[in-house]
Every structure is written in structure tokens, then in C-alpha cells.
């Protein structure tokens, strides 16, 4: 089993839908939960990182993590074109030195 | 160019050659990273280093050689390539190793062992 779990899509949605992506994580000492978007052809950036439970919201993107059910979200608002990529959630432990743990990647295409 | 680049951006290569990936960074990041990004299993760690002629095994490093003998430069080695080896490879770097520390990725270099 995979610790991090993730549709691989592909999904798509009209111009200025709510976009939700999802993963689901196996480790319970992972802490430090990430979004990394990556366009074609390009390496993945860092779009947010969350510590623990809660939610992180960057303008029109929320990031939500429940550590009771080990289940990560990524909220788009008003989602554009510009928004076409694969987006990647990971997992970290707390310890520093601990790698970074991906899902698959979800390929999103955002029609205008 | 500041940042974090990659070369050559594209290679083929036969099975049972050598072929030696660059990366090259501007910011004097401490750490670095090699991940390779394969279909249905996402980006999975090859090796990493904490400094100059500091490096270590991450998830995935059998059939690989890195070395770093200067700061901002971590070539990775396929010492004898084979055909499972065809893949994206994405070098990385961080200031720090934590889970708040953000990795920068590279472009990739797109590898295709013939």
C-alpha cells in the first residue's frame, strides 16, 4: 500500500467551477501535509503546505488536512485556465531530515 | 541564470551506457535532491545530499551514483542505464530539511533508455 494516495484523474471542470482534490496518507507521523502544482513539462512548485489538522487558505485556493481520517484537500474557487496542471499532495514527518512522501499527482484541465 | 536548472533537458540513451544528469543551483542551498517521476507512482527520491561531499540513499537508488563536490552542483550517474531506468528526473534544492522547508524543483530532465 502506498502511503499516499491519490486519484490520478483525469478530471475536468468549466471556467470558475469549485475544484476539489483529494489524497489520503497511511502514516500517522506525517505532520507537515504539501501541494505542489507542476505544468506540463515543468517541475512541481510549491503551492501551500498545512502543519497538522486545520485549514490554510491563499486567495482562491483552501487547503484543508484531517488527521482523524489521514485525509488531505485541495479547494480551488473560481477556478481558471491558468489552473490546468497536475497537482501532487505529500506528506512529511515532523524530523527534520524526513523526505517527502507524493501521491501520484491529479491532472486537472480548467475549460474556458 | 538564477534558480535551479537541469541538462540536458532531454536524452536517449542505450541500455548499458553511461549517462550523467547535471543540476546546477544559484542559491547555495544546503540541501539537494534527485527524484524520479514515473507514471502511477509519482515523484519518488533517488538521493539526496546535505552538503558538499555529504550524500545519502533516499527510496529508490540502486543502479544510480551521485556525487557533490561543490555547493551548487549535484550531478547524478546512471552507470550502466537500463530500460526501467526511462523516466523524468527532477533535481531539487532546500536551505533546510524540515517539513516546512520548501523544496525548488529543477525543469527535468526526460530520460529514455532505449
Known amino acids: 500500500q502506498k502511503e499516499v494516495e491519490q486519484d490520478p484523474g483525469p478530471l475536468s471542470v468549466p471556467e470558475g467551477a469549485i475544484v476539489s482534490l483529494n489524497c489520503t496518507y497511511s502514516n500517522s507521523a506525517f505532520q507537515y501535509f504539501m501541494w505542489y502544482r507542476q505544468y506540463s513539462r515543468k517541475g512541481p512548485e510549491l503551492l501551500m503546505y498545512?502543519?497538522?489538522?486545520g485549514n490554510k487558505e491563499d486567495g482562491r485556493f483552501t487547503a484543508q488536512v484531517d488527521k482523524s481520517s489521514k485525509y488531505i484537500s485541495l479547494f480551488i474557487r473560481d477556478s481558471q485556465p491558468s489552473d490546468s496542471a497536475t497537482y501532487l499532495c505529500?506528506?512529511?514527518?515532523?524530523?527534520?531530515?524526513?523526505?517527502?512522501?507524493f501521491g501520484e499527482g491529479t491532472q486537472l484541465t480548467v475549460n474556458p | 541564470d538564477a534558480g535551479i536548472t537541469q541538462s540536458p533537458r532531454y536524452k536517449i540513451t542505450e541500455t548499458g551506457r553511461q549517462v550523467t544528469l547535471m543540476c546546477h543551483q544559484t542559491?547555495?542551498?544546503?540541501?539537494m535532491f534527485w527524484y524520479r517521476q514515473d507514471l502511477g507512482h509519482g515523484l519518488r527520491l533517488i538521493y539526496y545530499?546535505?552538503?558538499?561531499?555529504i550524500t545519502d540513499k533516499g527510496e529508490v537508488p540502486d543502479g544510480y551514483v551521485v556525487s557533490r563536490s561543490k555547493t551548487e552542483n549535484f550531478p547524478l550517474t546512471l552507470e550502466s542505464a537500463t530500460r526501467s531506468q526511462t523516466s523524468v528526473y527532477f533535481c531539487?534544492?532546500?536551505?533546510?530539511w524540515g517539513g516546512g522547508d520548501t523544496q525548488y524543483f529543477g525543469p527535468g530532465t526526460r530520460l529514455t533508455v532505449l
Open positions: 542559491w547555495s542551498h544546503s540541501y
Open positions: 498545512t502543519y497538522s489538522s
Open positions: 545530499s546535505a552538503a558538499a561531499d
Open positions: 505529500a506528506g512529511s514527518k515532523e524530523t527534520s531530515g524526513s523526505r517527502l512522501t
Open positions: 531539487a534544492s532546500s536551505d533546510g
